[in-house]
């Protein structure tokens, strides 16, 4: 933000302006391209999910829109969904029905601001970062039961309860291991995350100490029921409820859930990139030329694990998805910000 | 307790070994033939659509008889040596792909081909007709056949050993370029449509 706000007054024009102006200015600019980044994790990783379902399921995925690999195909299927008839159910609660999905899109716009692309470049540089983060993105949980309930569907209603337990779950052993992490650096801000890791692989939180290995795989399968994708998709499942708290939204409703879900894919493995995996910093010391696009390919490492995981398990009953967090996650996460706090102490790191 | 750690212990065990599984398939080349840029090899005695060589077909009726479900249409006008056949035609709606006509042709020339994928938006297109008299009438008797140059079948080998290759050379150039010409091939038009339906 204070990048942009200091190449804004370079520019011819915006010299004069006053700081709030360059602050709206910058601000809106900002929301724009992070809207526009969303748009394209929709865009890209539909496409790439499908491919990478068609690979490990020895088949091609989309191979005729557009010449290459059916690069085209997320776009079509956007076009599409764009085109269909927007329907409100009769008896559905039009207020609630309306705004639910503006409700999971913007928790998970929200949460972008604070993502750091590269040194200094973030759309808000807050001190709380981390946990602003986490903050915002549980909002998604609100806009899942408003859907559910608005939808007056009852498989909608069902995957939509299902949706609020495991998210609400989940988002404990995911903040949980975090934490260790943050005793590390001492400070919430997403910046100061990223710049304690700096030098080399060896230097990223996953491989400073055991503990904190673990909390990463335990972030991990977090991340995984918390945008609640397979194998923990119990509030989608096809199966069982249709598809869920989106049952009954066509159209651009439907493709805001749609963008929600593409964004908060590409959200968490950001998150596990920018606190466990060395953010913008490339594995060698010295080869940081392009910090965000370092970044950036990370993230879609990341995803790529996602989507790795969820076309290879199978999905988990709902006893298991609960027993899993309460009774395995959450006891391990806390045992790593036991353990890691314990090493820290011995090894002489808090001075 | 044990059994607690044995648990997640077997669960992380085995999610590795799927993840290995399927990570394996990511880079081995999809099974997927491309269907309409690919196409299957098919077996040699792959019965697909009916192909009729109207160049050497003399309208004898022996297919269009011993067809179980009567799909084959024959019409012919005039008699003896006069006798023109003027509408060969396969209703591929009744078709059972049944391969009597071809086994039983006299001639070899209504053979089995490998072509299967003629899809069509109406059903009456799957009538295929294999010749257009208004073109060119053909002929069915032998000798008409021999003195116009068209094909005709060699006699048993005592008696026709001599003849066979001294029609076939001086018919063969005649007769082809016209026949090919006319026959509505199933082979060329339907697959034409499907190109541009697609």
């Avoid at chain 1, 964004?263 to 596990?272: E, G, Q, W």
């Avoid at chain 2, 009916?50 to 249409?73: F, Q, R, W």
């Avoid at chain 2, 086994?103 to 799957?126: A, F, K, P, Q």
Wanted: glycine letters at 8%; aromatic letters at 12%.
């Amino acid at each position: 933000m204070e990048i942009l706000t200091a190449w804004l007054q370079g520019l011819p024009g915006f010299g004069g302006m006053s700081d709030q102006g360059l602050f709206i200015t910058g601000a809106a600019l900002m929301a724009t391209l992070m809207f526009t980044v969303m748009a394209l994790c929709a865009i890209v990783f539909t496409w790439m999910e499908r491919k990478v379902a068609g690979f490990i399921q020895s088949r091609y995925g989309p191979m005729r829109t557009g010449r290459w690999h059916g690069w085209a195909q997320a776009v079509a299927d956007m076009l599409k969904i764009l085109g269909k008839e927007d329907i409100i159910p009769a008896e559905a609660d039009k207020g609630l029905f309306v705004f639910a999905p503006l409700l999971v899109l913007l928790g998970s716009l929200l949460a972008w601001a604070a993502v750091p692309w590269a040194p200094g470049f973030s759309a808000a540089n807050l001190d709380l970062g981390l946990f602003y983060i986490f903050a915002a993105s549980s909002m998604v949980v609100m806009g899942i039961l408003m859907a559910g309930w608005a939808s007056n569907n009852k498989w909608a209603l069902y995957g939509a309860a299902r949706g609020a337990a495991q998210m609400v779950s989940y988002e404990i052993p995911l903040a949980l291991a975090t934490i260790p992490v943050i005793m590390h650096v001492g400070s919430l801000n997403t910046q100061d995350i990223v710049v304690a890791q700096q030098g080399g692989i060896l230097n990223w939180f996953v491989l400073r100490d055991p503990f904190l290995f673990i909390a990463f795989w335990m972030y991990f399968i977090a991340s995984i029921a918390e945008t609640n994708r397979g194998p923990f998709d119990m509030p989608e499942t096809e199966s069982e409820l249709v598809a869920g708290y989106h049952t009954e939204y066509t159209g651009m409703r439907f493709a805001f859930f749609f963008l929600a879900e593409y964004a908060n894919l590409f959200l968490v493995s950001v998150i596990a990139v920018m606190v466990f995996l060395g953010g913008w910093w490339s594995p060698i010391p010295g080869l940081d030329f392009a910090p965000a696009l370092t970044f950036v390919i990370k993230g879609v490492l990341m995803v790529f694990l996602n989507m790795w995981v969820r076309w290879t398990l199978p999905r988990v009953r709902v006893d298991q998805l609960m027993y899993l967090c309460w009774k395995v996650m959450i006891p391990v996460t806390l045992l790593c910000i036991v353990g890691s706090g314990v090493l820290m102490i011995t090894s002489g790191a808090l001075g | 307790m044990v059994q607690y750690f044995q648990d997640i212990y077997a669960a992380v065990g085995s999610a590795l070994v799927g993840m290995g599984v399927t990570i394996k398939h990511i880079w081995k080349k999809p099974v997927t033939l491309q269907y309409p840029d690919e196409r299957q090899v098919m077996p040699p005695r792959f019965r697909g659509f009916v192909h009729n060589d109207m160049t050497k077909c003399d309208s004898c009726g022996i297919c269009a008889k011993l067809c179980p479900v009567d799909c084959i249409y024959i019409e012919t006008e005039g008699k003896g040596k006069d006798r023109y056949m003027t509408r060969y035609a396969i209703d591929y709606n009744k078709c059972i792909w049944c391969s009597m006509c071809t086994e039983n042709c006299h001639t070899g020339s209504i053979t089995m081909s490998h072509d299967y994928d003629h899809s069509v938006y109406d059903r009456r297109t799957l009538v295929y007709e294999f010749m257009d008299p208004t073109q060119q009438k053909i002929p069915c008797h032998r000798a008409t056949r021999e003195e116009l140059g068209w094909w005709v079948e060699p006699k048993a080998e005592k008696k026709a050993a001599p003849a066979k290759p001294a029609t076939k050379p001086e018919a063969k150039p005649e007769a082809a370029p016209e026949a090919d010409a006319k026959p509505a091939s199933p082979a060329d038009e339907p697959s034409g449509d499907k190109g541009e339906d697609k």
